[in-house]
């Protein structure tokens, strides 16, 4: 009764009948016996990692994958890729991977995380970049939050006029207005506090 297809069964029915521990350890113990070969399975056991709190192996299982030509580098699977790299709180990984994937989509929303992936990484150039990209490509599920971040990161390179406009913009959508608020009062202090070091500095 070893056969692969068994186990990979018993694990779909586990799925269909909504118990998702026993569909995932299931899946578990016939990845550990060699039974995940095919390029669906092989995602779906990704997926169940990433929705059972393990992103780290999930990632590395996708990765591996891609890797070896089983599964595509198309849209869906850099996507998953990604985001399963920055759930795992493997930024660094995540970049590369954000990129292709932003690169094969028409809209903005994948710019939008690489953006804020650039941001968390203190890599505020790139994350200006991105952020940018994402605004002009558009469809953004929360756009607010974009220009957040574009304005903290033109903050983090000392651009405070132009962060203090994006800021601005951000406070016209009501997801983002409250903390979006908040840096923009905290902004204009830097900026004047900024604009005070500057000037005696100079001071005769």
Do not use: C
């Amino acid at each position: 009764y070893e056969q692969p297809k068994y186990w990979i069964q018993l694990s779909g029915m586990y799925g269909e009948l909504e118990q998702e521990d026993r569909q995932f350890a299931t899946m578990e113990i016939a990845y550990q016996r060699g039974f995940v070969t095919s390029a669906s399975d092989t995602f779906n056991l990704s997926q169940l990692y990433f929705y059972h709190g393990v992103p780290y192996k999930g990632a590395k299982l996708m990765e591996q994958a891609i890797k070896n030509g089983l599964l595509q580098a198309n849209l869906r699977n850099l996507k998953f890729l990604a985001q399963a790299w920055q759930m795992a709180k493997e930024d660094e990984k995540a970049v590369p991977v954000m990129i292709d994937a932003a690169a094969l989509s028409n809209d903005g929303k994948l710019d939008a995380q690489l953006a804020l992936l650039y941001y968390n990484l203190d890599d505020f150039t790139k994350a200006i970049n991105a952020a940018n990209q994402a605004l002009e490509k558009g469809e953004l599920d929360r756009p607010g939050d974009t220009h957040m971040v574009l304005g903290l990161s033109l903050y983090g390179n000392q651009d405070f006029a132009i962060a203090l406009e994006q800021l601005a913009k951000a406070e016209e959508f009501t997801s983002s207005r409250a903390a979006a608020r908040q840096w923009r009062q905290y902004v204009e202090k830097e900026k004047s506090a900024f604009e005070l070091r500057r000037e005696l500095s100079v001071a005769p």
